[in-house]
């Protein structure tokens, strides 16, 4: 799940499964500056995204934002039905444990179809190497605690978990690694190598030697249909072929297409509205009721959705408001979706400045019309101020959302290959 908060934004990539068969699949392609086009039989390699459009259709990796495929999620394995392990950031993979490999401060793992390599132990939260005996899968009152440890790990020192006959016994200590006859720890101050065919499993403490939390460092985060994230580094995707990531320096796998439901590329050429925080925010009570402004989320929790378009970032705003932001350096454009969800009644205005002066005419805003794209050139400016007013019908209802509403940091469009 290689996923967090960054002041840069994302290419996000939807792709999703379809049939065994070999068709030409198409995309929507988003790039960071301009309008979407569908293409197809699309590929990327050597930081390049080739595809039909039907004409040839080319751009480099950086200048996209988002590629989306429409199809049907495939069947994903379970990753936590046997050994498995957990990186820190949350992320489960069904693994196993490469005996007989030397990682002083790692561990040699088996993805099976995926691949193998290596994980350094400043990436992993925790690691269960078989499960109960007697049991096809780990039970919390059959693992000594594991997983319940494994959801709260302590702060400083690890967690061991041996198979003791047909118990699973937990110990405090310190996990170093693997060497060639097994784990090696240290226990009761002593340093000592357990066979992994006694080693149930292995949690590490939130600081463990940590200066901070790593969370990866590659610039891609692909998302499966199960809700599973992994990061790494782009090297090559197809439909055909899968999702080829380098996880880590001596880990590359490569991940199903039919599994995976997005990819995210991170850029910093992009900044969310929504990572930024607020210098003023101003409400005013329609019909005397205040609505919470919502990030990065809509009603009740679900996704911001403007038809059927969804957005991971953005706001639901109910009139009437205003947000203020202190831009970041170096911001040249806004780009954003806006729009009102399908209702009865409804309308409102939104209205974009920046440094006190209007980037465009307000826009009239009505319920189930089409999302409208917006790329405004900020120019020099400093602040940005997001208002929204309700329209004549003066409806306590009226919903607006700010779709991946964001900031573009480079001075003029990339010109695509063709």
Known sequence: ??????????????????????????????????????????????????????????????????????????????????????????????????????????????????????????????????????????????????????????????????????????????????????????????????????????????????????????????RFWDGTKIRGDIVAASPASGIELAVFEDLTLVFPCSWVHEIELISDQLVYVSDLKPTKVEQTPMLQRTWPILEDHGLAGRPLALGSREYRHGFLVVPDAALEYSLPAKSRWLAADVGMPAAQVGSARLRLLADGKPLASDYELTPGAPPRQLELELGKARTLRIEVRGGDDLDAGAIVILGNIRILRRAQPPAPVR
């Open 1 to 222: 799940m290689f996923e967090f908060r960054f002041a840069a934004a994302a290419i996000a990539l939807c792709l999703a499964a379809g049939p065994a068969v070999a068709t030409p699949q198409e995309a929507v392609v988003a790039p960071v500056h301009g309008e979407t086009r569908t293409v197809r039989d699309w590929k990327i390699v050597d930081g390049k995204l080739t595809a039909a459009q039907p004409g040839q259709f080319e751009l480099p990796v950086a200048g996209l934002w988002r590629l989306s495929v429409v199809g049907r999620p495939g069947k994903i394995p379970k990753q936590d039905a046997g050994p498995f392990v957990v990186l820190r950031d949350g992320t489960r993979l069904a693994a196993k444990i490469v005996a007989g490999d030397v990682v002083p401060a790692g561990f040699s793992l088996d993805f099976a179809s995926l691949g193998k390599g290596t994980v350094p132990k400043q990436y992993v939260s925790g690691i269960r190497f078989a499960t109960p005996k007697g049991e096809p899968g780990a039970k919390p009152e059959d693992d000594g605690g594991f997983l319940a440890d494994l959801k709260k790990p302590p702060v400083e020192h690890d967690l061991l978990f041996f198979q003791v006959k047909d118990r699973v016994r937990k110990f405090r200590g310190e996990v170093h690694g693997s060497t060639k006859e097994g784990l090696e720890v240290t226990l009761g101050g002593e340093k000592q190598v357990f066979p992994f065919e006694r080693v149930y499993g292995v949690v590490f403490g939130e600081l463990s030697g940590l200066v901070e939390r790593p969370e990866g460092t590659g610039r891609t985060i692909v």
